[in-house]
Each structure stands twice: as structure tokens, then as C-alpha cells.
């Protein structure tokens, strides 16, 4: 094993609430969190419920929201203790400003090689060759970490095995469903797991 690929929202950071209610402000009560977690059962930008004016609504209130979180001190650790061992990277679907925002607030710039977010590819499949050919990475060199249904499909066509995590956007029945690696229940559990690679 030689890289980690992490996926931002709802592994490193809980982002749900604070994106489900920028989401009922733009798009109304009728927005239950159920249809919000649906969004992710597959790639976010090819939900056909999401036009690009909505993208560009949210992501203007949520950048100016992810200045104010704090990273949590234990997910912190362990990836200051990954980062000793391997290359770490970020594929997310979020903004690479919002990202590059949020690290830099919380003096943690130096962990990721590279940040892929929306910018670089609306494909998180297109961003996996990518950073493969850039860094001269193959599929059994990368585990990807994430916590919905949708990305796991993406690691699943890339090649790539994923563990799932089952405290972010999507609980463990609908990650079962993508039939990743592994579902784990914590962060110190994605270490142990990638240890045991």
C-alpha cells in the first residue's frame, strides 16, 4: 500500500447538517434528509434534480461556512500517523477553494499531496486516473475512504477497493449495497483496517 485516497465530506469532516440546511434554504421544507441522502447513491453532478445554478448557490454559502470548522483532534491524529507511512490525497466532489479554505484555517496544509475536488474533474473516476498517472499509481498501490453509496460505485468502476465508513452521509445498509472492502464505524477503525493491508 503506498496511497490513501480520502474523500472529504461526512470521513474527515461531518458536513451533513450544515449542507442539508443550505439545501432546504434553497430548495424548500420539502427537502427531507432521506431525499438529500439520496443525492449520493450515485455521482452527485449527475443527479438530474440539481441544476448547475443550484451547485453554484450552495457552494457560495457553504464556503463561506467552512471557515468557521474546526477538524476534530482525533481524525487529526490519525492522519498525521497515516501521513508518516503513506502518500494521502483528497477526491471530493466539494470545491477545492472550500478544502483548500478549511485546511489552511486549521494550520493541517502539509498532510495531502493533492486536493482533486469539482475543479479538477465532476468524475471521481476521471480524478482516480488522473492521480494515478500523475504519481505513477496503480489500483492495488490505493485504498479510497468514503461514506456514501455513490462513491463507492465510482471506486468500484476505477478499480479501486474502498472502505466505507458508516458515520457519514450514509448509513451501513446503503453502503452494503456497493458491496465495498470494508464498512467501519470510526476513524481509528480506518487506520486499523489500512494497517492490516
Same mark, same amino acid.
Given at each position: 500500500?503506498?496511497?490513501?485516497?480520502?474523500?472529504?465530506?461526512?470521513?474527515?469532516?461531518?458536513?451533513? &447538517?450544515?449542507?442539508?440546511?443550505?439545501?432546504?434554504?434553497?430548495?424548500?421544507?420539502?427537502?427531507?434528509?432521506?431525499?438529500?441522502?439520496?443525492?449520493?447513491?450515485?455521482?452527485?453532478?449527475?443527479?438530474?434534480?440539481?441544476?448547475?445554478?443550484?451547485?453554484?448557490?450552495?457552494? @457560495?454559502?457553504?464556503?463561506?461556512?467552512?471557515?468557521?470548522?474546526?477538524?476534530?483532534?482525533?481524525?487529526?491524529?490519525?492522519? $498525521? @500517523?497515516?501521513?508518516?507511512?503513506?502518500?494521502?490525497?483528497?477526491?471530493?466532489?466539494?470545491?477545492?477553494?472550500?478544502?483548500?479554505?478549511?485546511?489552511?484555517?486549521?494550520?493541517?496544509?502539509?498532510?495531502?499531496?493533492?486536493?482533486?475536488?469539482?475543479?479538477?474533474?465532476?468524475?471521481?473516476?476521471?480524478?482516480?486516473?488522473?492521480?494515478? $498517472?500523475?504519481?505513477?499509481?496503480?489500483?492495488?498501490?490505493?485504498?479510497?475512504?468514503?461514506?456514501?453509496?455513490?462513491?463507492?460505485?465510482?471506486?468500484?468502476?476505477?478499480?479501486?477497493?474502498?472502505?466505507?465508513?458508516?458515520?457519514?452521509?450514509?448509513?451501513? &445498509?446503503?453502503?452494503?449495497?456497493?458491496?465495498?472492502?470494508?464498512?467501519?464505524?470510526?476513524?481509528?477503525?480506518?487506520?486499523?483496517?489500512? $494497517?492490516?493491508?
Amino acid at each position: 500500500m503506498k496511497a490513501i485516497i480520502f474523500d472529504f465530506d461526512g470521513v474527515i469532516h461531518d458536513t451533513f &447538517d450544515l449542507a442539508y440546511k443550505i439545501n432546504v434554504g434553497l430548495f424548500g421544507e420539502e427537502l427531507t434528509e432521506e431525499k438529500y441522502r439520496d443525492f449520493f447513491n450515485g455521482n452527485i453532478f449527475e443527479n438530474k434534480d440539481l441544476k448547475k445554478k443550484d451547485n453554484d448557490d450552495f457552494f @457560495k454559502l457553504q464556503n463561506e461556512a467552512f471557515k468557521y470548522l474546526k477538524i476534530d483532534e482525533n481524525i487529526k491524529n490519525n492522519l $498525521e @500517523k497515516l501521513h508518516e507511512k503513506y502518500a494521502l490525497f483528497i477526491i471530493s466532489s466539494n470545491q477545492e477553494e472550500a478544502l483548500n479554505t478549511y485546511f489552511q484555517n486549521n494550520k493541517f496544509t502539509h498532510i495531502f499531496k493533492e486536493i482533486m475536488g469539482a475543479e479538477t474533474h465532476q468524475s471521481k473516476i476521471e480524478k482516480f486516473k488522473y492521480l494515478f $498517472e500523475k504519481y505513477k499509481l496503480n489500483v492495488n498501490d490505493c485504498v479510497f475512504v468514503t461514506d456514501t453509496l455513490g462513491d463507492i460505485l465510482e471506486g468500484n468502476k476505477a478499480g479501486i477497493k474502498t472502505i466505507a465508513v458508516d458515520f457519514g452521509f450514509h448509513k451501513r &445498509d446503503r453502503l452494503e449495497k456497493g458491496n465495498p472492502f470494508k464498512i467501519v464505524s470510526s476513524f481509528d477503525d480506518v487506520v486499523r483496517e489500512i $494497517e492490516k493491508m
